[in-house]
């Protein structure tokens, strides 16, 4: 039980440096263009692009939150069985291995999904008309 | 000059949209929520195009563009979805839903501004 204490202080640490992170990214973008408008600035269309990526990171980072958050609660449900039946417990880290193991397939899921165009090898130029 | 509205959860997508449109024949205005575009829309403002983001909280793009449709004044105004979603399975959704086109992140500012050109029939 207390690796598990351990494992939830440690994803609970993740999650907090991926907050500030995102905090982080959003104010530097943020005071660039501040910069750019208080001078008058025009950033050419190859900066104008790369502006967005920091919508991506903050986009691929929350999806992160989401997995360790749903792990958490998998977890949680866990550790009550445990402290109230062995056998429950036996079972419940059956199931926790499959709970977690989807969780990980849908945070696979989401970081392809919520990549936009970027790592994409074709040369779509990425707006389609219906 | 035809009024373009934006709406995304992220103040620099936002901050990316209006340095791109800034030289453009248009009039830009941005929000950070769907809920509170709505609000204005149903309010009796009546764009000419409006660009969403996907994934945002409370309101998502799909439930924003269902409200627009329910609108009299948006029920066929064109709609692009702005968003770093490329799954099929949802560009056929919102197809169905009504939606004009679809444009991934991060966009290319020259094809965007033909995209609102294209659309908007600017010169």
Known sequence: ?130 | MPLVIFVDDSETALASTRMVTDSMPITVKQYLSAVDALNEIKGGMVPDLIITDMNMPVMNGFEFLQGLRQVPGTARTPVLMLTTETRDELKAQGKALGLTGWVVKPFNPAQLKQAISRVLRLA
């Open chain 1, 1 to 130: 039980m207390q690796f598990l204490n351990t494992l939830n202080g440690l994803l609970e640490h993740v999650k907090s440096v991926e907050r500030e992170t995102i905090g982080l990214t959003q104010e530097a973008q943020l005071r660039f263009v501040r910069f750019l408008d208080k001078n008058k600035l025009c950033a050419d269309d190859e900066t104008l692009e790369a502006m967005q990526y920091q919508d991506i990171i903050a986009q691929q980072l929350s999806a992160t939150i989401e997995a360790i958050e749903s792990a958490q609660e998998h977890m949680q449900y866990f550790m009550h069985a445990f402290s109230e039946d062995d056998a429950i417990a036996a079972q419940s880290i059956e199931k926790m291995h499959g709970k977690l193991a989807n969780a990980l397939e849908k945070a696979k899921d989401k970081h392809s999904a919520f990549s936009g165009k970027v790592n994409r090898e074709d040369d779509d130029d990425g707006i389609e008309f219906f």
